[in-house]
Structures are given as structure tokens and as C-alpha cells.
């Protein structure tokens, strides 16, 4: 019976005083916690409040696909970059307490998430600025093929914003380390396929502007040589 109290004495001295080592790095772990959600909170508050002032969004984003999505999530520009903001700086401190609890398995999966972190940051980007960009050339297209009256103009437009949008999804997912081998290996002759078609599109509805614009400067010549 003593042997049997003994054993339960130390393994609740053991338990006991594991307890007491850890707790430092607990304590320090949830400070950290703390702080980086203050810290977060702050800047990004801080950043959704510089977009405010800049009209950021109205000359950037208005009437692009970012635009429409974020209306449908009754969001607007400011305030999902300024959450963006803020996750990243929960996830660098979230990080930052599990490492100070100096668990093997846990510090083994924030080294990488923190190298993963560029990529994925990286991406993010790629993503925003890349849409922003197709929507510029699909307005400039448009602009264009209305001024010269092209033939199949929404076709021509729809498809070259399709294909830009596919491919910025396939740069963002490389830099989030997505195999995209399969995805390239199928859509690669489509996309030149589409593009072709294109091409004959463009050329087709500007033939008439082309022939114009030589009889013009042929008669401008001619007035000129008489």
C-alpha cells in the first residue's frame, strides 16, 4: 500500500513540476497573443483608414471583378485589405507563442509556415493586382472594338478577359505551390485555340478600318503629287 501512495506522490510531484516549468512559456505565449492582437487591430485599422482618405478603391478597383465580389460580400475595399493586414500580423505572433512553447512538432510546422508565408503573400498579390490589370485591358478593349465598330466585339472582349483571368489564377496558384502541370497540360492548346480565334476576330473586324485608313492616305498622297 505505501509503495502504491508513493507512486502517486511522484507522478503528481512529476506532473506537478512539469506544470510549474511550462508555465512561464504559457504565460509568455499568451502575452504574446495578446500584444499581436493589439498590435494587429491597430495597423490594421491604421490601413483601412489610409485607404479611406486615398479613394483607393474608386480609382483602382470600381467596377472590376475585386468590386463585384466584394459588394456581394457587402464588403468594401478598405476594409478587406485592412483585415488582411491584421491576419497577417495574428498569424507572424500566433507563430511567435507557438514557438515559445519549445514544442518540437509545433516549431517543426512554424518554420514552415513561415516559409510558405512569401508565397503566399506573394500570390495575394498576383490575385488583387492581376484582376485590377484585366479589367483595365478589357475596358480598353472595349473602348477600342466600340470606336471601330469590330465585328464579334463582346465575344472578342469576353473571351481575351477569360483567358487573362485563367492565367493569373494559374501564376497565383504556382506561388502558392499548387501543382498546375495537369491544369497547364489541357488548357495550354485551348487557350491557343481561343487566342487564334482571336486574332482572326480582330483582324476580320478591322479590315474595314485598315482599307480606310490606306484609301485615305493614298488620296492624301495622290493630292499631294498633283
Keep these: 500500500m505505501a509503495d502504491i501512495v508513493d507512486t502517486i506522490a511522484t507522478a503528481f510531484s512529476d506532473a506537478l513540476a512539469t506544470m510549474i516549468s511550462v508555465l512561464p512559456k504559457i504565460i509568455g505565449a499568451i502575452i504574446i497573443l495578446i500584444i499581436g492582437y493589439i ?27 475585386i468590386d463585384r465580389v466584394l459588394q456581394s460580400a457587402n464588403m468594401s475595399f478598405e476594409n478587406m ?16 507563442a507557438i514557438d515559445i512553447l519549445d514544442i518540437e512538432l509545433l516549431s ?14 506573394a500570390g495575394i ?3 488583387v493586382i492581376g484582376l485590377i490589370a484585366v479589367e483595365w485591358i478589357t475596358k480598353l478593349i472595349i473602348h477600342t472594338t466600340k470606336e ?3 465585328i464579334s466585339a463582346d465575344l472578342v472582349t469576353m ?25 497547364y497540360t489541357f488548357m495550354q492548346p485551348l487557350a491557343w485555340g481561343v487566342a487564334a480565334a482571336i486574332a482572326v476576330a480582330f483582324g476580320w473586324g478591322f479590315k474595314d ?18
Aim: proline content about 1%.
Design 81 to 96: 485589405m485592412g483585415k488582411i493586414v491584421s491576419i497577417f500580423f495574428y498569424v507572424i505572433f500566433i507563430l511567435a
Design 148 to 150: 471601330y465598330k469590330v
Design 39 to 65: 498590435v494587429g487591430k491597430f495597423i490594421g485599422g491604421l490601413v483601412r483608414k489610409i485607404l479611406e482618405k486615398t479613394t483607393l478603391d474608386n480609382k483602382l478597383i470600381k467596377g472590376t471583378i
Design 125 to 127: 498579390l498576383v490575385l
Design 209 to 226: 478600318v485598315v482599307a480606310d485608313w490606306s484609301k485615305n492616305k493614298v488620296d492624301e498622297w495622290n493630292k499631294k503629287t498633283k
Design 159 to 183: 473571351a481575351v478577359r477569360a483567358i487573362l483571368i485563367f492565367f493569373i489564377i494559374m501564376i497565383a496558384l504556382d506561388q502558392w505551390r499548387i501543382d498546375t502541370s495537369i491544369i
Design 108 to 121: 517543426v510546422f512554424v518554420s514552415e509556415v513561415l516559409l510558405y508565408l512569401p508565397n503566399l503573400i
